[in-house]
C-alpha cells in the first residue's frame, strides 16, 4: 500500500533562517505531487506541484522553492524565512491513472519567530 | 470572488442531530468534487468523493447540483467523533483540486 512521509511534525525557526522540509511516498511510481500551506484557522493554498522529477510548478509568488530530485520525493525550502511563512505545511500525493483523490502528509507546523 | 466557497460556521448541533453543509464553486468546468475531512491540526482524509447522482456512505450522503453549481453533505444522526471541519474540493480539468475554507461542525453531548 501507498504511504507519504513528511518530517519534522514541527519546527519553530527565526527569522532570516534557512528552511527545508521533505517529504517521501512509497509504494507507487511516478506520483504528482504537491505542497500545500495552511495558515491558521484558513484554507489550503496550493504552493507547488510536481509532475516528475526536475518537474516544478509554482501557484503563487513567495519566498519558497520546491525541487523533485528523486521521483517520489519532494522538498520544500527556502533560504530565508519570513514571518509570514508560518503556517501548517501538508506534502500530498495522487497517482496517475486519473485517479484524482489526493492523500496527505501529516503536516509539519512551522512557527517564524 | 473564491472558486469555492463554503460557511465557515461553526456549525454546533447535538448528538443525534442531522446536519447539512453547502459549498458552491464559480468555475462551471468543474469535474470532480469532493469531501474532506480535517481534525485540528491534522491532514485532510477523504471523505467521499460526490457524484452527480448522489451517493450515500452510512451516515454520510454527498449531492451534487450542477445546474447550480453546488455541493452538499448531509450528516445524520451525528456522533461526538463527527466534530471536525469538512472541506470542499473541486476538480477542474488540468489543474490541481481546489479546496474550499472549510466548514467547521462542533457535535455536543
Known amino acids: 500500500s501507498q504511504t507519504i512521509h513528511q518530517w519534522p511534525a514541527t519546527l519553530v525557526q527565526p527569522v532570516g533562517s534557512p528552511l527545508s522540509l521533505e517529504c517521501t511516498v512509497e509504494g507507487t511510481s511516478n506520483p504528482n505531487l504537491y505542497w500545500y500551506r495552511q495558515a491558521a484557522g484558513r484554507g489550503l493554498q496550493l504552493l507547488f506541484y510536481?509532475?516528475?522529477?526536475?518537474?516544478i510548478s509554482s501557484e503563487v509568488p513567495q519566498n519558497l522553492s520546491a525541487s523533485r530530485p528523486q521521483d517520489r520525493q519532494f522538498i520544500l525550502s527556502s533560504k530565508k524565512l519570513l514571518l509570514s511563512d508560518s503556517g501548517f505545511y501538508l506534502c500530498?500525493?495522487?497517482?496517475?491513472?486519473?485517479?484524482?483523490?489526493?492523500?496527505f502528509g501529516s503536516g509539519t507546523q512551522l512557527s517564524v519567530l | 470572488r473564491k472558486e469555492v466557497e463554503q460557511d465557515p460556521g461553526p456549525f454546533n448541533v447535538p448528538e443525534g442531530a442531522t446536519v447539512a453543509f453547502n459549498c458552491t464553486y464559480s468555475n462551471s468546468a468543474s469535474q470532480s468534487f469532493f469531501w474532506y475531512r480535517q481534525d485540528c491540526r491534522k491532514e485532510p482524509k477523504l471523505l467521499m468523493s460526490?457524484?452527480?447522482s448522489g451517493n450515500e456512505d452510512g451516515r454520510f450522503t454527498a449531492q451534487l447540483n450542477r445546474a447550480s453549481q453546488y455541493i452538499s453533505l448531509l450528516i445524520r444522526d451525528s456522533k461526538l467523533s463527527d466534530s471536525a471541519t469538512y472541506l470542499c474540493v473541486v476538480n477542474i480539468r488540468g489543474r490541481a483540486l481546489t479546496f474550499g475554507s472549510g466548514t467547521r461542525l462542533q457535535v455536543q453531548p
Open positions: 500530498a500525493w495522487t497517482d496517475r491513472g486519473g485517479n484524482e483523490k489526493l492523500f
Open positions: 460526490v457524484y452527480s
Open positions: 510536481s509532475v516528475g522529477i526536475g518537474q
